[in-house]
């Protein structure tokens, strides 16, 4: 396999669910890797699409931890992702019109994976101590230090 960009310490934002999102992020592109690899066609765009919509979901997901946070970049934060969504259902498109799905699979494996890792390590880590002051005291934080003290 070609393909290099694997989950390291590098990625880490210290919040535990956005990185078990993020480290998903990264274990669909090596089923990505591994599909294109392996020559089946089938679960190349299965899996692309599964990425796909789960990052679209994840994005959604960490804006809710901003806005509630109230960090106050959220804004063009927001428009970093939208920019992403739409190249990524750009890829869907392109796999509904029948495009080879090696070729689709190979350019998402790179595109997605570089413009995360980049992601990540810029822009995701502004917004990180807003997250975590807003979490520290938030009802799964009580909850985890009352039952797991």
Avoid at 26 to 55: G, P, S
Wanted: glycine residues 6%; charged residues 30%.
């Amino acid at each position: 396999m070609g393909y290099g960009i694997n989950w390291g310490p590098e990625f880490e934002t210290g919040i535990d669910i956005i990185d078990e999102q993020h480290r998903r992020i990264f274990d669909y592109l090596l089923e990505i890797d591994h599909a294109v690899t392996t020559h089946h066609a089938e679960e190349v765009e299965k899996v692309v699409r599964a990425l796909i919509d789960y990052a679209i979901s994840h994005n959604t997901f960490e804006e809710s931890l901003m806005e509630k946070a109230g960090y106050p970049m959220l804004g063009p934060h927001h428009e970093v992702h939208e920019a992403f969504k739409a190249r990524a259902q750009a890829y869907n498109e392109r796999l509904e019109k029948g495009e080879d799905p090696f070729r689709v699979g190979r350019e998402v494996r790179t595109d997605i994976a570089l413009w995360l890792t980049n992601h990540i390590k810029k822009d995701d880590q502004h917004y990180v101590p807003f997250v975590k002051k807003s979490l520290e005291g938030g009802f799964v934080s009580r909850m985890l230090k009352k039952f797991f003290k």
